[in-house]
């Protein structure tokens, strides 16, 4: 069965490094997504992706952070300059349709020193 | 700004026991709610998404309904397992290409 898949499983980086964390989305999906969950609270929203352009973004989502779909296949999210609060699981989901089912990656925990 | 509570936020059922999650968001205006299971320090796993339209949707021991006009859904569970124990999630999609989720309720079945 088709899954959504990420890398790395796990990251620890320095604060103020860069990151870039990797995502590869269904194969017929047209609709992308990343997600965070600091430990112990909820799912955020970060931003989404159509037709290779940002649709939507959270407040979260500054110029810290950008999204890019570099060859038709992966998806990642970079974060230039990581701060402590950065550290959490990041999620990548994807979906068929405007309305249909989004499927989540198994995340990325980032841990920020 | 939508907004998704889960209660109870723990539950704790013995193995068998048939049980009801809920869940309720402020702005009726939605297009649809995903119900996700998520083990600990793992993904979301989808369970059902039922479409606004919809009142229920059914897989395998599991219900979700939605009653849209009151901001409120339920999962149910039929004749728990230990394999069930999980935190359960619910979110809603507005349409604005984004999901809000609740806080989740941590299930566990004891055998």
């Known amino acids: 069965e088709p899954e959504v898949t990420q890398t790395p499983s796990h990251q620890v980086t320095q604060m103020g490094q860069e990151v870039i964390l990797r995502c590869v989305p269904i194969?017929?999906?047209?609709?992308f997504y990343w997600y965070r969950q600091i430990l112990g609270q909820k799912v955020e929203f970060l931003v989404s992706f159509y037709n290779n352009e940002i649709s939507e973004k959270s407040e979260i989502f500054d110029d810290q952070f950008s999204v890019e779909r570099p060859d038709g296949s992966n998806f990642t999210l970079k974060i230039r300059s990581t701060k402590l609060e950065d550290s959490a699981m990041y999620f990548c989901?994807?979906?068929?349709?405007?309305?249909?089912?989004?499927?989540f990656g198994p995340g990325t925990r980032l841990t920020v020193l | 700004k939508q907004e998704v509570t889960q209660i109870p936020a723990a539950l704790s059922v013995p193995e068998g026991e048939n049980l009801v999650l809920n869940c309720s968001f402020t702005?009726?205006?939605?297009?649809?709610l995903q119900w996700f299971r998520q083990d600990p320090g793992k993904g979301l796993t989808s369970l059902l998404l039922?479409?606004?339209?919809?009142r229920e949707q059914t897989s395998g021991r599991l219900n979700a309904s939605l009653d849209k006009s009151s901001g409120r859904s339920t999962l149910y569970i039929a004749a728990s397992q230990p394999g069930d124990s999980a935190t359960y999630l619910c979110a809603v999609d507005t349409g604005a290409n984004n999901l809000f989720f609740g806080t989740g309720t941590r299930l566990t079945v004891i055998p």
């Open positions: 039922i479409q606004s339209s919809q």
């Open positions: 702005d009726s205006a939605i297009y649809n």
């Open positions: 989901a994807s979906r068929e349709g405007e309305r249909s089912e989004q499927f």
């Open positions: 194969s017929n999906h047209l609709y």
